[in-house]
C-alpha cells in the first residue's frame, strides 16, 4: 500500500518518511523521536507536531504498545457475527462497545445467499469458557435486536505482518 | 544490549506469577511489568520524552522504565511500540476476505493468499469458510484486482466484506 492520501490532512512528502519509517514502531529510548529527526533534519518538535497533526484527524489512533494476545495468556480468540435488523445496527454497535471487553466491532456487509451476517464483534478470553461467558452477556445485551449468531475461532496463524504502506 | 536486568533490579521481593498452563501459554510477569504494560497499551501521545512522565506515573524511575520495556520487548510479550495508523482515514482500501478452502488444497491456497504484500494477516477458522485474511491496498481498484488473480488461482471463490462502520477498536488486553 503505498501513494495514499490521508482525509483532512494534506501530508507532504516529509510526514510519508515520518510515516514510513514509524511503521516499525519507535525506539525504546530516553528521546524516541531524536534519531529519526536527525536522519530526516528536522527538529525533534517538528516530528511530534506533525504526528499530533496526524493524531487529530485521525490518521494516528494511539501511540501505545501492542502486545502478543498468546503470551499475555489470550488464547481463545473469536470473531463473533450477527445478523442484525438494519435500523438496529448502530444500537447494537454502541451496545457491544460499551461492554467494553469488545475489541473491534464493524459493520460488514451480507454476501447474498450464504453469508447472512452484518455485524462483527472480536471478543478474547484466556479459555474458551470466558469467551462463551462473554458472548452469553453479548447475547442478553443485544436481545431482541438480532436474529441469529454464529463464533467463529481462529485456529492457525498463517500470515500476521500488519499492513505495509511501502513496497 | 541489557544493562540490567530490570525485574532482578525492582523487584527483589516480588514473586514473578506463575499461571497454570493452559493452552500452551506462559505467563510470567510481575506485579510491575503488568502494571507498565497496562498502562502502555494506552495511548501516551507525543511528547518529546514520553517515558519520563510514564515512569513517574508507575513510580518508576526512566532508565528503569526504559529497560523494562526492552526486557518485555525481547521476551516478546510487546510486539511493537508507537503510533497505530488507521488505514480508513486514507484513500486506501482495508477490507477482511473469507474463502472456503477443501483441506486438500488448503496449504496451496494459504501460499497463495500470504505471497501478496498487501494480505495484512491471513487465519484458518473453525467454520465452513476457513479462510479469513485482511487486504489492505491503496485502492479498490488494487483490491478487486487481487481478488480475481487469487480466484483464478486457487480456484476458489472470494467474499469480500469491507467495513461499512466501526463501533469500536480499541484492543486493549489486561495483563
Known sequence: MKDFEVTGLKLDEMDKKIVLLLQEGISVTERPYLELANQLGVAEDEIVERLKAMKSVGFIRKNAVATNHYKLGYTANAMSVWDVDPEKLEQAGLLFKELGFVSHCYERPKFAPEWDYNLFAMVHGKSKEEVNEKIETMKKTIQGLFRKTDLIYSTKILKKTGIRLKE | ?175
Open chain 2, 1 to 175: 544490549m541489557k544493562f540490567f536486568s530490570a525485574q532482578n533490579v525492582l523487584n527483589k521481593k516480588e514473586q514473578a506469577i506463575k499461571t497454570p498452563d493452559r493452552l500452551h501459554s506462559q505467563i510470567e510477569l510481575t506485579e510491575t511489568e503488568k502494571k507498565v504494560l497496562n498502562l502502555l497499551q494506552k495511548d501516551f501521545g507525543f511528547e518529546v520524552r514520553p517515558f519520563e512522565g510514564l515512569a513517574k506515573k508507575l513510580g518508576l524511575k526512566e532508565p528503569e522504565l526504559l529497560s523494562m520495556i526492552g526486557d518485555l520487548k525481547e521476551r516478546g510479550y510487546i510486539t511493537r511500540i508507537g503510533p497505530f495508523f488507521n488505514m480508513d482515514k486514507t484513500s486506501g482500501q482495508v477490507t477482511l476476505v473469507a474463502m472456503r478452502v477443501p483441506e486438500e488444497s488448503f496449504e496451496k491456497t494459504a501460499e497463495i493468499v500470504n505471497s501478496y504484500v498487501e494480505i495484512a494477516h491471513n487465519y484458518k477458522r473453525d467454520h465452513e469458510f476457513n479462510m479469513w485474511f485482511v487486504l489492505a491496498c491503496s485502492d479498490k481498484k488494487r483490491a478487486s484486482d487481487i481478488l480475481s488473480e487469487i480466484e483464478k488461482l486457487s480456484g476458489c471463490k472470494t467474499m469480500n466484506l469491507p467495513k461499512i462502520r466501526e463501533f469500536n477498536l480499541d484492543l486493549y488486553l489486561e495483563a
